[in-house]
């Protein structure tokens, strides 16, 4: 099977919540199954590469603002990635620029990329703890959990559909009950910590959908997850105390 291709969009930058960690668990399950991965770390004034699975980190509002100005110009590209089949991952400030803009709490606009429909306002307090979601990604029902951190409100346009159902935390703004953003090849999601080695089951239906584009539907062999499923037990007792 052929290699899967991750670009990590300035990872100098967005990369405050172990956002590396999301990339080595990427590369342990693919090379597990002896699928080839390749890791392309682009930063600003780089050129676009071609890859399967588009991923920008978490970062401070100073952050931001200094790769929002290169990440517009990259908009194009990334839309038409997507389009192609390839998936974009954001996650918490990498999410907030995946829509139209985050006014921060000086009253700062910093511009996303308007892949999708949805806004982010900062609000006076941060939404910190523990965090379950309850996911349907292509037929298939998935909690996820983690962790989050964020002063952001994000609300998506109508019509735009969730990452996940919030079982037990804040999610996108603390009021409609939703976490993260799901449409077509863009996902976009608050949790953090990282991500995926509390959640190998959602890693690896990342790397099918971004394998899928080119190489058709994927099936891939169970692994041996003894010690991440331990790890998400104990994540799971503590988000439900």
């Known amino acids: 099977m052929s290699s899967l291709v991750v670009a990590h969009l ?35 004034g780089d050129g676009m590469p071609r890859a399967d699975l588009y991923y920008l980190g978490g970062g401070q509002d100073r ?3 200094l ?3 290169d990440l517009l110009r990259r908009a194009g590209e990334l839309r038409a990635a997507a389009d192609g089949g390839a998936l974009v ?19 700062r606009e910093i511009p996303g990329v308007g892949l999708v429909d949805l806004e ?8 910190i703890g523990n965090i379950s979601i309850r996911c349907q990604l292509d037929g298939q029902e998935l909690v996820v959990v983690g962790f989050e951190n964020h002063a952001g409100r994000t609300h998506l346009g109508a019509g735009v559909q969730p990452l996940g159902e919030v079982l037990h935390g804040h999610g996108n703004n ?3 009950g939703g976490e993260g953003v799901l449409a077509g090849g863009v996902v976009g999601t608050y949790i953090h910590g990282p991500l995926l080695p509390k959640n190998p089951a959602f890693a690896d239906w990342l790397v099918r959908r971004a394998l899928a584009a080119r190489t058709g539907d994927v099936e891939l062999e169970p692994l041996e997850d003894g010690l991440a499923d331990e790890a998400r037990r104990v994540a799971l007792r503590l988000v439900e105390r």
């Open 89 to 107: 991952l954001g996650v918490c400030g990498g999410y907030q620029m995946l829509g139209h803009r985050y006014l921060a709490q000086d009253g």
């Open 120 to 127: 982010t306002t900062a609000g006076d307090s941060r939404m």
């Open 67 to 69: 790769v929002a100005a």
């Open 174 to 176: 603390g009021r409609d």
């Open 10 to 44: 300035y990872p100098e930058h967005l990369n405050i919540y172990a956002d590396r960690g999301n990339m080595m668990v990427l590369r342990d399950r693919c090379l597990r199954r002896g699928i080839g991965f390749e890791l392309v770390p682009c930063g600003p």
């Open 63 to 65: 952050d931001q603002s």
